[in-house]
């Protein structure tokens, strides 16, 4: 996967972002089925390639982060800690990318869909310096 390319789907990448926070901030759960099955209709709509970059970015973010987590009064708090990233962006994306290429569309899909994906799309879309 190229840095020019992901530069180049940013379109993509908000439409995901939108959908994706628009499906986890209902709590209906009526509402949040039928957001659920538009989100997964738009996601089986993308091609395999597309749909391989927005996992990327969300591996991206989730492994080039260090988090911790705080439990007050019963809740848990997460925290991100700032790790210094020493590869380029063009290494994050094929290190992260080289061994999806065997991931099936349906469970890059399901994958997509899981609400942790929204936060952790955001940190590598940040990490990458794909959104300014």
């Known amino acids: ?4 390319e992901a530069i180049q789907t940013r379109p993509l990448f908000i439409m995901y972002m939108e959908q994706s926070q628009e499906l986890h901030e209902t709590d209906d759960e009526l509402l949040h089925a039928e957001r659920e099955q538009k989100f997964r209709k738009w996601l089986l ?14 591996l991206v973010g989730q492994h080039e982060r260090g988090y ?8 848990t708090i997460e925290h991100i800690i700032k790790i210094e990233i ?3 962006h063009e290494q994050l994306l094929h290190y992260y990318s080289k061994y999806l290429v065997y991931d099936k569309k349906e469970a ?5 869909l899981h609400e942790r994906n929204y936060h952790t799309f955001k940190e590598g879309l940040c990490i990458l310096e794909i959104l300014e």
């Open 86 to 88: 020493t590869r380029s």
């Open 68 to 75: 911790y987590y705080e439990w007050n009064e019963g809740e």
């Open 45 to 58: 709509q993308q091609d395999r390639k597309h749909l391989l970059m927005l996992k990327t970015i969300s």
């Open 108 to 112: 890059i899909t399901s994958f997509l």
């Open 1 to 4: 996967m190229l840095y020019d």
